[in-house]
């Protein structure tokens, strides 16, 4: 169990959620100068007391979260615990139609729901609720233009997106993209390419596969502080070790990411006319990569609208050889691509039908996702980068 976290039996429902956030320091209202006949309830019918003791069971289970959450050392902490928690628990799944459907059971999400813009979904619900929990209980969310102007006031500026490696479009060079963050240096010999999984350097031939078959050891988590004795400890993640141990994993080959050196076959969004009263839109988009020849490259991109609605969800079959599927992460298998004929100039031709130049884009660390679709588009809110968004964590 979580530290600050109680235990749960049931799903809460929004409004708990919200008074669990924002009433949680109200105290009950009181009534020990009532007489006890006045405090007790008429008599009901079997139907009526369930309901009650339905409700009064409900109650108890709040008062609980309520006790966690004052017992959280950071209230900032728990509000985006209580919110990861609500919207993981909701079991949302693709449907057959467009759009996303409740799973029957209450057990561990499947894959095909992770691939199904359940990742998009789940940040966009997050956004949302972030930006209503001030609002007054029976007040309205926020939707259509009134979201679009409240999401507005969290865009990145031209300066975060540079900073943080959005693609700009190369001044000279149409079709071209350019990157203003640090660039690691590549090896002096064009056919040496650096391992992004574990940091050796290895020999491709002209072809980008591998000249040796070498196994790549290597740690699939990331590095965290760890409490130890006498002071912290930096550990691994995926099997607590420490730092600069022998990796826990081991991959047939090494592989590249690629992206930053591969800034060609680039589309930007375009400004288009809009009847009247109508916003730009409002996107959440997620994507998935495998590694390849020449690095990481676009198998599926999931985008769901406002409303949560699955809008565009397809697999995409990169343009160079795969050599690794990236699983653990993607979810992709060689069965989902083997019978895909979708490219990426495909994805790219919907999407810009689909998105204008001012179309709000959601996503976390979304410039990784702009990169591998091959997109230059600056109307952006990035969950990992934008500090306006306190609640919501950052980039790790």
Known sequence: MRRGLGPRTRLCTTQELCDLLQ??????????SLPQAAQDPAPKSPSIHLSAARDKDATEELKEEKAAYHQSPSKRMGRVVAANTFHKTQGLE?????????????????????LGGKLAAQT????????????????????????????????LTEAQLKENGY?????????????????????????????????????????????????????WGRLRPTPAAGGWQIQYTCCSAPIGSPGCQVAQQHVQDGRQQDLQGFVQT???ELPPGAHPGIYALDCEMCYTTSGLELTRVSVVDSALRLVYDTFVRPDRDIVDYNTRFSGVTAAHLAHTSTSIRDVQAALLTLFNAH???????????????????????DTSAKSSLPDFPLRR
């Open 23 to 32: 009433g949680a320091d109200k105290p009950p209202m009181a009534s020990a």
């Open 94 to 114: 693709p449907g057959p139609g467009a759009g996303l459907h409740k799973t029957r059971g209450r057990g561990a999400v499947c894959q095909e729901v992770v």
């Open 124 to 155: 966009f619900q997050i956004v949302r609720y972030i930006l209503n929990k001030d609002s007054p209980p029976k007040e309205d969310p926020l939707q259509g233009a009134a979201l679009y102007q409240r999401l507005k006031e969290h865009l």
């Open 167 to 219: 693609p700009f479009p190369h001044p000279r060079r149409p079709g071209g993209a350019v990157l203003f963050t640090a660039q690691e240096k590549p090896p002096q010999d064009a056919s040496c390419r650096l391992c992004c999984r574990c940091g050796t350097q290895y020999l491709v031939a002209p072809s980008g596969r591998c000249e040796h078959q070498e196994k790549c050891h290597y740690h």
């Open 270 to 272: 375009l400004d288009k």
């Open 359 to 381: 179309t709000i884009l959601i996503g976390h660390g979304l410039q990784s996702d702009l990169l591998a679709l091959k997109l230059i588009h600056s109307t952006v809110l």
